[in-house]
C-alpha cells in the first residue's frame, strides 16, 4: 500500500534505521557526560577536602565562589534544583552552554559540603545537553532534551526500567520505545561508571562486624567519611 516499488521500501528502511542511529548517539553523547559529571562531583568533593580540611573555611570558601558565580551569569537560574531550566529545555529553549555551567555550580556546591544530591542536576544537565545536541543530529531539540534528561537520569542512577517508568509519567506512553532505547543504551554503556560505583571505587569500604568499616586507601576519603574515620568508625585494612 505505502511502498509499491522496491526503491520505496529500501529508502523507508534506511531513513527508520537512521532515525534509530540519531537517537543512539545522543544516547552516546548523555552516557560520556553522566560519566564526566558523575567523576568531576567526586573529585571536586576529594580535593577540596584535601585543600581544606576545616569544613567551616571549606563551607565559607564554597559560599562565597557560588555568590561570585552568580553575579558574574547575572541571575539564578544555576542555583537551587534547575527543575523550571530542565522544563524549559524539554519546550525547546535552552542555551548552549547551560549543562556546562550547572555541572560547575552543583561541584562547587558539593566540594564545598552543601548537600543537595546528584539526581535533578542530572536532569537539568540530561536536558540541556540533549536540547543542544539534538539540532546537531538534524532531530527535534525538545523530543532531544527529553531523552537526555531520561538517558542521564538512567546513567547515574543505573536503574533503566525505573527511568523508563520516570519517563511515562513526565511524557506519556507515545514516545516510550525511544526512552528505552535510550535508556538501555544508557545503561549499558555507563555500566561500572555510576555515581554510587564511582565513590565506592575510590572509599573501597566494607562492613566488618556490623559496626566497624575497613578502608582500603584514605587518601581519597571526602570530610564526612574523615569524620568518621576519626571517631572510630572506619579501620584501614
Not at 556546562?100 to 544530591?117: D, I, R, Y
Not at 509519567?169 to 554510587?196: D, K, Q, Y
Request: some cysteine.
Amino acid at each position: 500500500k505505502y511502498f509499491k516499488r522496491p526503491l520505496d521500501l529500501f529508502c523507508g528502511l534506511a531513513a527508520v534505521i537512521v532515525f534509530w542511529w540519531l537517537y543512539l548517539i545522543l544516547a552516546v553523547l548523555v552516557s560520556l557526560l553522566g560519566i564526566a559529571m558523575c567523576t568531576v562531583f567526586h573529585k571536586a568533593e576529594h580535593l577540596a577536602a584535601h585543600h581544606l580540611p576545616n569544613p567551616f573555611v571549606r563551607i565559607a570558601v564554597g559560599g562565597v565562589m557560588i555568590t561570585v558565580m552568580t553575579l558574574l551569569v547575572g541571575d539564578h537560574r544555576f542555583n537551587g534544583a534547575g527543575m523550571d531550566m530542565a522544563l524549559n529545555a524539554v519546550q525547546g529553549n535552552a542555551d548552549w552552554y547551560s549543562f556546562l555551567l550547572k555541572m560547575l555550580f552543583t561541584a562547587v556546591t558539593l566540594a564545598a559540603g552543601f548537600k543537595g544530591g546528584e539526581i535533578v542536576p542530572s536532569l537539568f544537565v540530561g536536558a540541556t545537553l540533549g536540547n543542544v545536541a539534538a539540532p546537531l543530529l538534524g532531530l527535534d531539540p525538545a523530543l532531544g532534551a527529553a531523552i537526555g534528561m531520561i538517558a542521564l537520569f538512567c546513567g547515574v542512577v543505573n536503574c533503566p526500567l525505573a527511568a523508563v517508568l520516570f519517563s511515562v509519567e513526565l511524557f506519556g506512553h507515545e514516545c516510550m520505545l525511544l526512552f528505552c532505547v535510550a535508556c538501555g543504551e544508557s545503561g549499558g554503556f555507563a555500566e561500572g561508571t555510576t555515581c554510587e560505583k564511582i565513590l565506592n571505587a575510590a572509599t573501597a569500604v566494607k562492613p566488618y562486624d556490623n559496626t566497624e568499616l575497613y578502608v582500603k586507601d584514605k587518601t581519597n576519603l571526602d570530610s564526612y567519611t574523615m569524620a568518621m574515620w576519626a571517631d572510630g568508625v572506619f579501620q584501614e585494612c
